[in-house]
């Protein structure tokens, strides 16, 4: 079936340390990749997203995700964690064409200790 | 900013009631979403619409309905709310063509 995964359900981090989550995803062709963050007690935001171009992208917050089409990944990436980082990550995939459903992944909840 | 609101932010119900959870976005979407998100399965689809009285299954429609009669609302309905309906409901819209969802709070909801 086609899907989302992400490798990592609960992630727990000290301040300062690096973070990597893992995203695949099973679609062929053409796709728009999005990383969604929700912070405890709040709305679903829109971290990053890659529609073309630099496959490196940049978002909010110091976060970065890397799209490799070879591999089906779009991981995302921060070298310094902290505290406030704490929150549920979803990696999301949206096919081109039809009705351009968004798909999300299980999510990963980071925990960030002091 | 756009701002989608989700009226009721926290719901108990009893098996078998109808349940209604409203969504109301005020920048002339075209496009709006239901979703249920549960610990472990992420977001998945309910129901989508793109435009007013158009509306199109998603992923898990069953026990679902919806209603969009005007562009800026769009309600999910559950006939007769069971257990397994316990969950996050999460609201959604976009501009036709756009890529980004906005989304709202959410409404939990609570079915003994």
């Known amino acids: 079936a086609q899907s989302v995964s992400q490798h990592n359900h609960h992630v727990i981090l000290s301040e300062a340390a690096s973070l990597e989550l893992g995203c695949n995803y099973s679609?062929?062709?053409?796709?728009?990749l999005f990383w969604y963050v929700q912070y405890p007690g709040q709305h679903l935001q829109l971290l990053l997203k890659?529609?073309?171009?630099?496959?490196l992208v940049k978002g909010i917050k110091g976060f970065e995700a890397e799209f490799i089409k070879s591999k089906f990944s779009f991981n995302l990436r921060k070298p310094s964690v902290q505290w406030s980082d704490t929150a549920e990550y979803f990696c999301?995939?949206?096919?081109?064409?039809?009705?351009?459903?968004?798909?999300f992944g299980a999510g990963t909840r980071l925990a960030v200790h002091p | 900013d756009v701002k989608v609101t989700q009226s009721s932010r926290y719901l108990v119900k009893r098996t078998g009631e109808k349940v209604f959870l409203e969504c109301v976005q005020d920048?002339?979407?075209?496009?709006m979403f239901w979703y249920r998100q549960d610990p472990g399965l992420g977001l998945r689809l309910i129901y989508f619409?793109?435009?007013?009285?158009?509306?199109e299954k998603g992923d898990i429609p069953e026990g679902y309905s919806v209603s969009r009669e005007k562009k800026e609302r769009f309600s999910l309905i559950l006939e007769s709310a069971s257990t397994n309906q316990t969950s996050m409901y999460l609201c959604?819209?976009?501009?036709?063509?756009?890529?980004?969802?906005?989304f709202g709070a959410g409404s939990r909801l609570t079915v003994l």
């Open positions: 959604a819209s976009r501009v036709s063509g756009a890529n980004v969802l906005t």
């Open positions: 679609y062929g062709g053409t796709v728009n």
């Open positions: 890659y529609f073309s171009g630099d496959p």
């Open positions: 999301a995939v949206l096919r081109s064409g039809g009705y351009n459903k968004l798909i």
């Open positions: 920048m002339d979407h075209e496009n």
């Open positions: 619409s793109y435009d007013v009285k158009m509306k």
